[in-house]
């Protein structure tokens, strides 16, 4: 599975660099295994941007892209789109995606759902559904909708240097969102609208799936129709 990321991560465009950032040997063995670039990190780190922070905060980038290695079915658009805003706007130090929740979704707490403001920044990420849906048609042709969080963030390295010194959060313990922690903190999130319904491998279940599409040569890349 692992080795499907990178690959797919490597057909992005703008990407100078794919590393593996692990605490386990046994992912070391793998990636090494098929000529992947991986680093070890420090087994204490409390979340995937606290590793990756590890290892961004000394790359010569100016932005570094988060992307989990339980997401077989990534595509490489979703990496792209999360760049994007850098490019426009100087200022901001994370970004990250989202699209339309299925309905099966909205009341499943493995999928993080998020609500932005006008400007497309972030107000908050929960594994509720929100916003509550008390009201669902709002006006003329209009529906209320619930987005769920894309699990891909791009960061400014300059983000990463100062992340061990941010405050820590109780709503990130709560909710068990990392990316609460940046916004009780003060930083904007940006998130950026991409439609992608990829498998990210979260419960036994996801796996199964996963395995049966990889069986199929259904997997994103694997070069079935």
Known sequence: MIQHVCERASAARGIAEVIVATDDERIVHAVEAFGGTVRMTSATHRSGTER???IGGNLEVDVVVNLQGDEPMIDPGCIEAVIQPFRSDPNLM????KCFAEAEEISDPNVVKVV???NGDALYF????IPHLRRQRLGEGEEAAVFKHVGI????RAFLE???DLSDCWLEEVEDLEQLRFLYNGHRIRVVPYEYHGVAVDTP?????INELAVQ???PGSGAD
Do not use: N, Q
């Not at 929960?126 to 559904?129: G, H, I, K, N, Q």
């Not at 963030?153 to 400014?156: E, G, H, Q, T, V």
């Open 52 to 54: 990756v922070a590890e």
């Open 94 to 97: 994370i970004s990250t995606l």
């Open 116 to 118: 932005t403001d006008r």
């Open 126 to 129: 929960s594994r509720s559904c």
């Open 153 to 156: 963030y791009a960061y400014r």
């Open 162 to 164: 100062i992340l061990p």
């Open 205 to 209: 279940e996801d796996l199964v799936r």
């Open 217 to 219: 040569g259904k997997l």
